[in-house]
């Protein structure tokens, strides 16, 4: 058995390559069948020929097996064994044994799977090809010359030379499928461990990579938490020496308040100069695209820099051409910033002279424009070797010489950065001592292309423009701060003293939760950062808060942390808007502008063209109609809410209810009929009591005790008049639907949606949410034919008609 | 309440998964086409998407293609048999999805949870005691059905049927507690229905409120004779209604 079992592995081990496995499973069967055949060739006293030819295959293969397991000559061996076995044993043996007679046809049979099994490419069709000619050849000439065939000598040997080869060649094929099924089923179930490993590892590795991300994000956290620690005290500072600049009439207090507002914005800038270099080496400063106005832009820039130039006597020369289009896309806030580095750099470098702005634009491809910017100053000048380091981070040039100019030495940096986010960089031209040229060119899309026109006049314009709209009052509006920062609270309540705004305050989140349920406000302004429950904790909150005055209130984040994409985090959260500490008065006054219901605002000077936003839920109020008792309705509802709504259901089936009425009436004549009609009637009656609607349900009973008692004259006399008041109720009712023009729905993916919602609900029997989702597909418009189905989809979703509903619906997906 | 896309094949029966999830998360059903899967995920926003690979064949590739383009952190997590997660290996790959080998109650809620980082023990662990009584509403008049439905479903799990061959489809689908059954209606009329129902031997101890319309003696005496667990004249009254079904269910307990 231990000897069998070494054989097997020797041959048959799964470690073996698979040919020669199939090689050795045809091979060896066929060795082991000669060896059988042999004896009882001879005791059937076949011829001797055979015999020795038999004895000479047994051989060739014994040979060729052990020419294929021990010395590696396989396909050798392989080629060999199929010319022997197909070119000489096989014809051989038919013309010896018998020919159509005997097992032969088994044999044959045998020999072209052979060739299918082992051999492949051109050996593979030349030895079929060979075969195939010899087979047909031994045939035809076994038909033509009966005479060359030697016959078996009598029936035993014919029938025990069929069985014989039948169960050879079917024993050693059925091994090779097996063996065959066997290494696939084992392949693939190698496959799904493979499949499976691969998959644990591809997930570890994530993992990893996560772990390094969370290492980097770390450091951003670090850096933002820093940020965020800076900026609060400043914001305090800030806030109040801006008080002490309004209120006192001390001119020393207020020029040392000046220096302090200098010096904080200075470390305000100093701080997002930080900010934004760890922005850009983490890469998560991006170039975010939109439409901005040119003149704006140029306000905002120049209102940052004229004030400090005036401050240091420089003259501010502009040189804007009249022909650059007005509205453009890209990432004004990044110009703004780059504008503003590089003109900052100028007037501290310049000590006397001007400093002149000079902006251009041509046409290049299409919709796009150069817009090319330059800075030209009467300062300092940089020397050539120095330029090339102007750009490294924290590098000052000739530190003694300029030891009294602040700023880390991040600006040209930034600058230069950002510049190449946007496919630019900085060119410096300078001469030493007399002066530099800062110039850059960006590529933007137009958005507008009309011309500026003259720029002073625009600015001035604008600046007015400005001014006019800054100054309002809202004494009537209650207000809600929520910061764990008493100081920061008290800077905030300031700025809106003039505004002579109700201001409440909640040092944190519970505190907040806690006022809203006691009184509304019109404006809730929540920090982020607070110990215990944070803003956004607070202001998911709020949404499930019971007893909740403020749903709807506008919620204003604030925040100190500046970091890339706070702004879209915000107002994903469900935040109506976003304000970064230090709060700059400009921007939260327009932030209340935005969000105060207008008649809660008073202007100074009447702003026309500011819209608030208005976004009330409409009280559900009965309003009066014509023959409906809704006291009488409400002795079955418990509140208005409900039957407002069943009065809605009612006006919209009205017209359903008039066509079923006419269809009964109009067989009205057979017995069952008569009692259908009654039955319809009836509905009509209990649906317009229900509502209050009591005179039409009196004429509904009448018809209905008419159709009762078989009247028939009496309903033919009654009907018209009840379609007649059903119609004028309809008419009556119209009232109740608010036919507002219905926006058109474009986005057919979302009607998909809508209608696979609609299905599922339809198929788990919620009655409620399909009328819900069907109200919100019906708010829509469409374009005809859809909106043809759509409407027949709403009668069968009013009529609980599930099965046609769904029909619908599948068509409409398709 | 984390909102839940369940993608599979629903035409025939809804998910049994949906009904064990809904109770604790939002839930939404699906059809597993790649179009419909999108426009959902547009419109619905899932923080997870669940999906019954068994249904699925090769051509279902389409569904996780559009879910990765659609964002390739949305948390998905499938079951079904192993060959059909081979099917689709690669998305396995990237770490999106995560497949549920043995799927039953226990083992999908654990699964959701630790993608949620919630704690599964607790929504295992409660028993649905709490769960709403079932009732049906059997009215042709579908103003009157959503009046209903409005006034019971604070209470109970309200399913509306406009006919009597849709109260029995109901009734073999989710099997109610109490019945309401309008005793005039076209065709096949209450006392019709009630004896269609009570022939059933599963059915036929569930209680069954009349209402009808007509409030005379005679009716009241037809309607009486069948013995049902209580009797309204339209139109009902809210408090009246929620009273007479709290009191069936009662004397139930009582017996």
């Known amino acids: 058995m231990g000897k069998f079992k070494e054989l097997n592995r020797q041959f048959f081990g799964s470690d073996l390559p698979t040919e020669l496995v199939l090689f050795n499973i045809i091979t060896i069967t066929g060795f082991i069948g000669a060896v059988i055949t042999i004896p009882f060739n001879v005791i059937n006293g076949s011829s001797i020929l055979l015999t020795v030819v038999i004895v000479v295959a047994a051989v060739i293969d014994a040979i060729c097996i052990y020419m294929a397991n021990r010395k590696n000559r396989l396909k050798n061996s392989t080629i060999a064994v199929c010319f022997v076995v197909s070119i000489a044993l096989f014809p051989l043996m038919f013309f010896v044994t018998g020919g159509i007679n005997s097992g032969m046809s088994c044999w044959f049979c045998m020999g072209i799977v052979f060739i299918f099994m082992l051999l492949d490419g051109m050996d593979f069709l030349f030895m079929l090809l060979t075969d195939i000619a010899i087979i047909v050849g031994c045939y035809i000439i076994a038909y033509i010359h009966p005479e060359y065939v030697i016959e078996l000598p009598n029936p035993e040997s014919i029938y025990f030379d069929v069985v014989q080869a039948l169960l050879v060649s079917g024993f050693a094929i059925g091994f090779i499928v097996k063996f065959q099924k066997s290494v696939y089923s084992k392949l693939y179930k190698q496959a799904s461990i493979n499949n499976d490993d691969l998959l644990e590892k591809t997930l570890q590795a994530k993992k990893a990579q996560k772990q390094a991300q969370s290492a980097t994000e770390a450091k951003s956290n670090f850096l933002a938490n820093m940020s965020h620690e800076i900026r609060t005290p400043i914001n305090t500072i800030m806030g109040m020496d801006e008080m002490i600049l309004r209120e006192t009439s001390e001119k020393v207090v207020e020029e040392y308040a000046l220096d302090i507002k200098t010096a904080s914005q200075n470390l305000l800038s100093l701080i997002n100069d930080i900010l934004d270099i760890t922005k850009i080496e983490s890469g998560k400063m991006g170039i975010v695209k939109g439409e901005y106005a040119f003149m704006s832009l140029m306000h905002d820039v120049l209102n940052n820099v004229t004030l400090r130039a005036k401050e240091k006597n420089l003259e501010v020369r502009l040189n804007i051409a009249n022909d650059i289009p007005c509205n453009m896309l890209g990432d004004d806030i990044r110009i703004k910033q780059i504008l503003t580095n590089i003109i900052t750099n100028a007037l501290k470098y310049t000590h006397e002279g001007y400093i002149e702005i000079s902006a251009s634009s041509h046409k290049t491809i299409e919709n796009f424009v150069d817009l090319s910017f330059s800075v030209k100053d009467t300062g300092i000048g940089i020397k050539e070797e120095d330029i090339k380091r102007m750009f490294d981070s924290f590098e000052r040039l000739e530190v003694s010489r300029n030891r009294n100019i602040e700023g880390a030495g991040l600006g040209m940096t930034i600058t230069q950065n950002l510049l190449k986010m946007m496919g630019s960089t900085l060119n410096v031209e300078s001469v030493y001592g007399e002066g530099s040229t800062f110039s850059f060119s960006i590529s933007q899309e137009v958005a507008d292309p009309e011309p500026i026109g003259d720029f002073q006049q625009k600015l001035n314009q604008l600046t007015s423009n400005y001014e006019y709209s800054t100054s309002f009052e809202a004494p009537n509006a209650h207000f809600l701060i929520v910061d764990d920062n008493a100081m920061n609270r008290k800077v905030f309540v300031a700025l809106l003293k003039e505004a002579r705004v109700n201001i409440d305050e909640a040092s944190g989140g519970e505190e907040c939760l806690d006022k809203i349920t006691k009184q509304h406000y019109d404006m809730i302004f929540l920090d982020h950062m607070m110990p215990g429950m944070d803003g956004v904790e607070t202001f998911k909150a709020m949404a499930s808060l019971e007893g909740n005055k403020c749903l709807g209130t506008p919620v204003i984040a604030l925040t100190a942390n500046a970091i890339a994409g706070a702004k879209e985090r915000y ?244 | 309440m984390r909102k839940i896309l369940i993608v599979g094949d629903f035409t025939n029966e809804a998910s049994e998964v949906n009904s064990y999830l809904s109770s604790n998360f939002h839930t939404q059903l699906c059809t597993n086409s790649a179009k419909i899967v999108k426009s959902m995920l547009k419109l619905y926003i899932p923080d997870m998407v669940l999906m019954d690979i068994d249904s699925f064949d090769h051509l279902h590739a389409d569904v996780f293609e559009t879910i990765q383009e659609y964002d390739p952190h949305l948390p998905v997590l499938t079951y079904g048999r192993e060959k059909k997660k081979q099917l689709f290996i690669s998305y396995y790959y990237t770490g999106q999805c995560k497949h549920i080998a043995q799927p039953n109650r226990e083992t999908i809620i654990r699964e959701i949870c630790k993608e949620f980082n919630m704690n599964a023990d607790v929504i295992i662990n409660t028993v649905e005691e709490t769960e709403k009584r079932h009732v049906i509403v059997v009215d042709d008049n579908p103003v009157l059905l959503r009046n209903m439905r409005n006034m019971l479903q604070d209470k109970y799990r309200v399913t509306l049927a406009t006919s009597a061959a849709q109260c029995m489809k109901t009734l073999g689908q989710d099997k109610p507690d109490l019945i309401i059954l309008d005793y005039e209606m076209p065709v096949v009329d209450g006392k019709q229905t009630l004896e269609m129902i009570r022939a059933e031997s599963d059915y036929k101890d569930i209680p069954v409120i009349f209402l009808t319309g007509i409030a005379d003696k005679e009716h009241v005496d037809a309607v009486l004779d069948l013995k049902p667990a209580g009797y309204f004249v339209k139109p009902p009254m809210q408090t009246k209604i929620i009273n007479a079904i709290e009191n069936i269910f009662l004397k139930q307990v009582e017996q």
Not at chain 1, 665 to 677: A, F, K, R, V
Not at chain 1, 712 to 728: D, G, H, T
Request: aromatic content about 8%; charged content about 30%; hydrophobic content about 40%.
């Open chain 1, 571 to 814: 107002l994903t959260i469900g935040f109506h808007g976003f304000l970064s500490k230090p709060v700059v008065p400009a921007q939260l006054e327009k932030m209340i502008r935005d969000f105060l219901p207008e008649d809660l605002l008073e202007y100074h000077e009447a702003d026309a063209k500011d819209e608030a936003r208005k976004n009330r839920i409409k009280k559900v109020e009965l309003p009066e109609v014509e023959g409906i008792d809704w006291d009488y309705a409400l002795l079955h509802f418990p509140d208005s809410n409900m039957v407002y709504q069943t009065a809605v259901d009612f006006y919209e089936s009205i017209g359903y209810e008039i066509e079923e009425l006419q269809r009964y009436y109009d067989e009205l004549g057979s017995d069952s009929s008569l009692e259908d009609y009654r039955i319809k009637v009836h509905g009509v009656k209990s649906m317009a009591n229900t509502i209050g609607a009591t005179a039409l349900g009196g004429l509904a009973k009448m018809c209905e005790y008419a159709a009762r008692d078989g009247l028939v004259e009496r309903i033919k006399a009654l009907n018209p008049i009840l379609i007649e008041e059903l119609l004028a109720m309809k008419e009556r009712l119209n009232v109740l639907s608010s036919e507002v023009e219905k926006p058109k729905l474009e986005d057919m993916d979302e009607l998909f949606a809508l209608l696979e919602m609609l299905k599922m609900a339809i198929i788990v029997n919620q009655s409620e949410q399909s009328d819900q989702i069907m109200k919100q597909i019906a708010s829509y418009s469409y374009d005809d034919e859809i909106q043809a189905k759509v409407d027949k989809l709403n009668i069968s979703i009013v009529n609980f008609e599930a099965d046609e509903a769904l029909e619908i619906i599948e068509e409409m997906q398709k």
